[in-house]
């Protein structure tokens, strides 16, 4: 079913053969798929109490939806991926980030999520049973116990996945980062690594249903070393990640990086949070850095 296209822009509308397969075969085996797998992870809960097998049967789910995507996955620098604890930041194009992200990574990991996402039906059980890390965002004092959960969970030895901008793209550009990744990595003393996936915006992009196969691309980065740094350089880290991430994703899309002027500079990712001026998150602790933590699918359930 593999029919991969070099990436370049979508084209709108689609072909109608592509629309064709993709609402008559694509869709309905990707739901299927992901009903069963869900399910068997689901009874595996019952006698796996630390998430192991779980996360085996999602790396088969994955592979699955990748398979039926059509999409041609292809990792760069793989042997970056060696499993040591670390916080592994990507951007977020895709529903199907998720699929490609478990399919690549070749080690035991868990996602940093928005604490609601534990309240859904069925998603909701997943993430409670498979060990995943719920980040609550309401309030700064919970917030910062929330992470501060999450640093336990890094120091324990089990490495986190993170999308530091909090939610899919609508352009396809790599958005502002969150300082989420940039607290854990720091408090933690870890390494992070950044990732970039190219192509996932293209095969489904936000607002769509139907798949456009293309080649994807999931690019891995050299390990940025945080030891030694403290809380007071989270916005020098989160902006050092979105340079990474953004030189990584620009070098594999056909999309030019742009350069906006009056806005604020994509390249080093330093802009205010919520009106805050530079700097101004430090000076606030804890409780501001975990306001703006980045987690996974945040926005993604808000626009839905």
Request: proline residues 8%; glycine residues 10%; aromatic residues 8%.
């Amino acid at each position: 079913m593999n029919s991969s296209s070099p990436l370049g822009p979508r084209p709108n509308p689609l072909p109608l053969g592509e629309r064709i397969v993709s609402f008559g075969i694509r869709a309905p085996l990707f739901f299927l798929g992901t009903g069963f797998f869900g399910s068997l992870a689901l009874l595996a809960s019952l006698f796996d109490g630390r998430g192991r097998l779980q996360h085996r049967i999602a790396r088969q789910w994955a592979r699955f939806c990748v398979a039926v995507s059509g999409a041609r996955l292809t990792v760069l620098h793989g042997e970056r991926l060696t499993g040591a604890t670390a916080v592994y930041a990507c951007n977020h194009q895709s529903y199907m980030d998720t699929p490609v992200i478990f399919s690549s990574l070749p080690f035991q990991f868990r996602i940093v999520a928005r604490h609601d996402l534990w309240t859904m039906p069925f998603i909701g059980w997943y993430l409670n049973r498979s060990g995943q890390v719920p980040v609550e965002v309401d309030t700064g004092r919970a917030s910062v116990a929330s992470l501060l959960g999450a640093v336990r969970t890094l120091k324990s030895g089990m490495p986190l996945f993170i999308f530091p901008e909090g939610g899919r793209t609508e352009d396809g550009h790599v958005a502002k980062f969150l300082h989420g990744p940039a607290f854990l990595a720091i408090r933690a003393q870890l390494p992070i690594v950044p990732m970039a996936l190219a192509g996932t915006w293209e095969l489904l992009p936000m607002h769509s249903g139907t798949f456009h196969p293309v080649s994807v691309t999931l690019a891995v980065g050299e390990p940025i070393e945080t030891r030694g740094m403290t809380m007071k350089q989270v916005e020098e880290l989160t902006g050092l990640l979105h340079e990474r991430i953004a030189e990584l994703y620009y070098e594999h899309s056909w999309l030019p990086r742009p350069q906006l002027t009056g806005e604020p500079d994509r390249s080093t990712g330093l802009s205010p949070a919520h009106g805050q001026a530079p700097g101004e998150m430090a000076r606030n602790g804890n409780s501001g850095i975990a306001r703006e933590v980045a987690i996974g699918h945040s926005e993604d359930v808000e626009r839905r």
